[in-house]
């Protein structure tokens, strides 16, 4: 007799572990399954954001900028370091290790809450009775069955035709956080998240980075201020940024790897580099889901078809995440997956899609939420803009870190806040106030009269807000 739980969810990333909690705390029998396999062949849920996502990410994009800093910045402090070196391996040992204590506080809150837990690959077998049969094919393969399934199976790196990815030379995320030693020449096909994060943490680390973006416009979906604020940052930081690029063949040597490109001027080039991270965006993963033995729907691009509610063609399949349509963003992804396990319980679970923030963990950084100002003007929105430098804010000062700005955009009728963007320090952090402010749908008047504490990087949100009614009083 085969196993049987309220709720099946498919994947332990973000959207399907919470999932998961979410519907054991609210009664239900809950079952995980989720394929991952560590290097000992072991289980580590947590899915692409914990392997091999934002998780190690962000290690490596702290170590390497702290090396950066010791290098340079520590000096105008007064402190200066000889000697100066970069242990890779530890560097990346230490990733690894950040990476399993998320893993195991992953499983250590399965036991807590009493979701099973199955390692192995979940697929449908059949809808039978008011239950679905997943066949679960791990180190012994069994059948268990749920009322509800969740999918929550996440996505994969984009490989370019011809180009497949060896994570030796031609990387995809997985290898771009595995590089054993900092590489001369590193090229970097897509100037997305992933390709200025990555290409951050290793010019960081000493190698030429050479981004190579098929669009014109360097980060099309950024307020373009913003956007043009942060590619003068990073084109002085040393990253070589190259728009309008065509790519051509990409062929592999025995320890490089050449990439033919046609500049946006027409110009042919053949650029050699020691590593080539291919970062053009992720596809959805429905890879052995059996998906079609129970006729599950796809939509035109491969993803699980959803309506606004997380629901699938099929009664009682959820689908969440990066394999259903939204930006793929591991909070997105935990949201979807909450109000899916609140839904099931009969509750109105619900996802803003309107204020979710977007961060990119460059240096400096740059996060979001909201309409941008290029928006604004294609909806036909009447808005006051406000901005605020960083240069102006004392506790940027005496940090060192006074690139970049906070821009308010705010309805010109009612001052009700329509975006907040930021580029510079801690940009991760100041964008929170932003949530928040916009979910209560706060105006821009409501942040200029907050009493923001005193020296603090939000004190520049605070008189940004003050700028929409032209009063900011440090600038
Ligand atoms: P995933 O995290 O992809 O998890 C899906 C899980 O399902 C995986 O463990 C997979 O093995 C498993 N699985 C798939 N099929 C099956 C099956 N049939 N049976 C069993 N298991 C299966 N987002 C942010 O918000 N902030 C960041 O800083 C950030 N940084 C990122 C950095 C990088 C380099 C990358 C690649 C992504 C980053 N993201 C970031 C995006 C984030 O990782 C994803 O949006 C998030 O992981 C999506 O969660 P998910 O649960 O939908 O899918
Ligand atoms: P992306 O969508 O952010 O960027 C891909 C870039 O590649 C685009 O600028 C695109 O124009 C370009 N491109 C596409 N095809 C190309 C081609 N043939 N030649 C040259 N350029 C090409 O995708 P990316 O960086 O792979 O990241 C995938 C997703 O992962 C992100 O969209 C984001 O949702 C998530 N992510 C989130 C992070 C965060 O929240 N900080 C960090 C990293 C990833």
Sequence with gaps: MSKQFDVVVIGGGPGGYIAAIRAAQLGFSTACIDAWTNDKGGPAPGGTCTNVGCIPSKALLQSSEHYEHAGHAFADHGISVSGLELDVAKMLKRKDIIVKQNNDGIVYLFKKNKVTFFHGHGSFVKAADGAYEIKVAGKAEETITGKHIIVATGSNARSLPGAAFDEELILSNDGALKIAAVPKKLGVIGAGVIGLEMGSVWRRCGA??????????????????????????????????????????????????????????????????????????????????????????????????????????????????DVVRGPMLAHKAEEEGVAVAERIAGQHGHVNFNTIPWVIYTSPEIAWVGRTEQQLKADGVAYKAGTFPFMANGRARALGDTSGMVKFLADATTDEILGVHIVGPMASELISEAVVAMEFRASSEDIARICHAHPSLSEATKEAALAVDKRSLNF
């Design 208 to 321: 030429e980075v050479t981004v190579l973006e098929a669009l014109q416009t360097f980060l099309g979906a950024v307020d373009e201020q913003i956007a043009k604020e942060a590619h003068k940052l990073f084109v002085k930081q040393g990253l070589s940024i190259n728009l309008g690029v065509k790519i051509g063949e990409i062929v592999k040597g025995a320890n490089d790897v050449t990439v033919n490109y046609t500049d946006d001027k027409g110009t042919e080039h053949k650029a050699v580099f020691d590593k080539l991270i291919i970062s053009i965006g992720r596809t959805p993963n429905t890879n052995g889901l059996n998906a079609e033995a129970v006729g599950l729907a796809l939509d035109e691009r491969g993803f699980i078809a959803v309506d606004g509610d997380c629901k699938t063609n099929l009664p009682n399949v959820w689908a969440v995440g």
